[in-house]
């Protein structure tokens, strides 16, 4: 092969490496561009699919966007220290409202939805207790050959202590302001025991607008009821049954009764 075919054999392998090395440079360019819009693509789908979820929550309380985004904020401040983080976001924002006005939207919207949600639980409890006296016709839901019988003296009262598992079974009616002020400091120690069984001697079943407005009027938190810290029950004879197992027959209202596993234990309205 004479030198001038060697030198153009020369000049094509060069062209040739050029060009594949060319190719795998725009292949390259063409993976990364690929990659990046697809990683594009995600960060906006993660986005968008974060601001749906963000209109969804707000929704479901009644709020716009901007609202959600001022509440998620507040948050992140003061009242996030502070507060229980079951503050609900109409709370948040009416504690922190910026006029008269709107401090009333808020409490109207939040007065509004309580109210409806304390109608959904008495609709419910009214189910309850219709199953109870459908599937269990002769049974009680309070046991009496489980009562004790025993009373307990002053000392052992005054020594008693509340267990987190401990509730109490309050007797009372609509119009008893001494049952009221008992009912006041009992509350006020809701937190160290289990909850408080309220049974209103005067309210037929039925009446459940009378329970309502009775709870209402005691500040009674839809969201205890709703926790079971505080049941709302009509007393349809339970009172009879227990305080003749606990020696308080005939005892002005109100009759306390503390619950302790098996358990009933008669409990004097002067220690609250």
């Known amino acids: 092969m004479n030198s001038s075919a060697r030198g153009r054999g020369r000049v094509f392998r060069i062209v040739g490496c050029a ?18 819009v697809s990683t594009r693509h995600t960060t906006e789908a993660s986005a968008t699919q974060q601001l749906d979820h963000q209109t969804s929550r707000a ?31 109409i709370e948040v924002l009416g504690i922190h409202s910026r006029s008269t006005e709107e401090r009333r939207r808020y409490a ?14 008495l609709a419910f409890q009214r189910a309850y207790d219709e199953a109870q006296r459908r599937l269990y016709p002769n049974g009680l839901l309070i046991d009496a050959s489980m009562l004790n019988a025993h009373k307990t003296d002053l000392e052992a009262l005054e020594k008693l202590a509340w267990q987190p598992t401990d509730r ?4 009372t009616d609509t119009q008893c302001s001494t049952c009221d002020a008992v009912l006041e400091r009992l509350v006020s120690q809701l937190a160290q025991f289990s909850g408080i069984d309220v049974y209103l001697i005067n309210v037929s079943p039925g009446e459940e607008s009378l329970i309502r407005e009775w709870a209402a009027s005691k500040q009674i938190s839809p969201q205890w009821v709703k926790e079971h810290k505080v049941t709302l029950n009509v007393d349809a004879g339970a009172r009879d049954r227990v305080a003749a197992h606990t020696g308080q027959d005939g005892q002005a209202l109100p009759v306390l009764v503390l619950r302790r596993g098996d358990q009933f234990t008669p409990l004097p309205a002067w220690r609250f």
């Open 19 to 36: 060009i594949l090395t060319a190719l795998s440079t725009l292949a390259g360019a063409g993976e990364q561009s690929n990659s990046q």
């Open 59 to 89: 929704a479901r309380w009644g709020l716009d966007d901007n609202e959600w985004q001022r509440y998620e904020v507040l948050k992140q401040g003061i009242r996030g220290s502070v507060s229980a983080a079951t503050l609900s976001p």
């Open 108 to 121: 109207e919207q939040w007065a509004i939805m309580m109210r409806e949600d304390a109608e959904r639980i």
């Open 168 to 171: 109490v079974l309050f007797f």
